[in-house]
């Protein structure tokens, strides 16, 4: 009985601390920004990286990268800030 209680416990606490599955809401999502780009289509990819974005909690860093040069790419250097300051607490220069 009390395995049973030890087992229960962790796989609540697993399901409640387990991160959103990246191939179903974050990459589908990432690759469609990817085509925009390729399409010289900023503007989409932009608001397709910030849905990927929100979709979860942290997202990566080359992807941050990604939606700042589409920033850049379309002069939007004050949208670009935000942007810039997640890149610099992950730790990149």
Do not use: H, W
């Not at 974005?53 to 939606?67: E, G, Y």
């Amino acid at each position: 009985m009390k395995n049973l209680i030890i087992v229960c416990t962790l796989f609540i606490t697993n399901q409640v601390f387990a991160q959103l599955d990246f191939r179903k809401e974050y990459y589908p999502v990432i690759n469609r920004a990817e085509m925009a780009i390729t399409k010289d289509d900023y503007q989409t990819a932009f608001t397709e990286y910030q849905t990927a974005f929100s979709a979860v909690k942290t997202p990566l860093a080359r992807d941050i990268f990604n939606a700042v040069a589409c920033k850049f790419l379309l002069n939007d250097f004050e949208g670009a800030k935000p942007l810039l300051l997640k890149l610099a607490r992950k730790g990149i220069s």
